[in-house]
């Protein structure tokens, strides 16, 4: 590998090693020293848009890994001047920089960056658009594997919400599929579904309740409202009413089900305090799982 900017292709040797390794940092084994694989080399984040998680696990990665950490965040820099990304990426690449972790609101913008960076510069996708946020594909899948063992070819799992303006979503199918997950339902209003390929071979419907019995994890998905045009969804309360997972719907999946979420969570809409807080949620799982995963995809671009 020499960048990472989606998990479309990625053969199921490739996947299974990055969830290996992120595995054994987990555990303790994952190398002699882990803070002597990266040191010497510089990794910037890159970030055009807001994030929590990513860039400060992307951050937490690179540090256990021993390189040096450059953020970069748009709008405290010369972004707001009119400089382009590809002219940022550049000027960073000339400070001595290898690694660049960049996220981005135009679908593709990781992979421009990375077919116009210099030969030994390595692009890890942290987000882009709508097509792909490939580290919370990884983090989602190896979270799964924890609760639910390898074999997932013996579950089902549900992805609910809003699947058209997500690219976690796109991710997760991704990997899913390479993992040979037994069955996908997407569930979500009609018009928060994709209109394109991504749900081929999926269950897709819009009632919550049939989309949940008997599933083994749910995947709940933010209502991203900075990327919505207005009318998709009438009102917060009726997306909750219809779409909101609460204790109360989640016993119609399985009683040993799981329940993800990205992050950042809209409590109150796509999930109620007492399904987020409550011991099915593996969300903070998630986010210990996003600093190993990073750490297993840093040192194999660039270590
Ligand atoms: N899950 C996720 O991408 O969260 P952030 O936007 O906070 O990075």
Known sequence: LRHLLTLEGLPRAALVALLDRAQAFLDGHGAADPRMALAGTAVCTLFFEPSTRTRLSFQR????????????????????????????????????????????????????????????????????GRSAHPTQGLLDVLTLRQAKGADFSRLKVAIVGDIRHSRVARSELHALRTLGIGEVRACGPTGLLPDDATLDGCIVGSDLDAALDGVDAVFMLRLQRERMVEGLVSSLEDYHRDYGLTAVRLRRAAPDAVVLHPGPMNRGVEISDEVADGPQSLVLRQVANGVVVRMAVLETLLA
């Open 61 to 128: 990665a690179a540090q256990r890994l021993g390189a040096d950490v450059l953020g970069f965040d748009a709008s405290t820099s010369s972004t707001s001047k009119g400089e382009t990304a590809l002219d940022t990426l550049r000027n960073i690449e000339a400070m001595g920089v290898r690694g660049f972790v960049v996220r981005h609101r135009e679908d593709g913008a990781a992979a421009m960056l990375a077919a116009c960076a210099a030969h030994d510069t390595a692009v890890v996708n942290a987000g882009d």
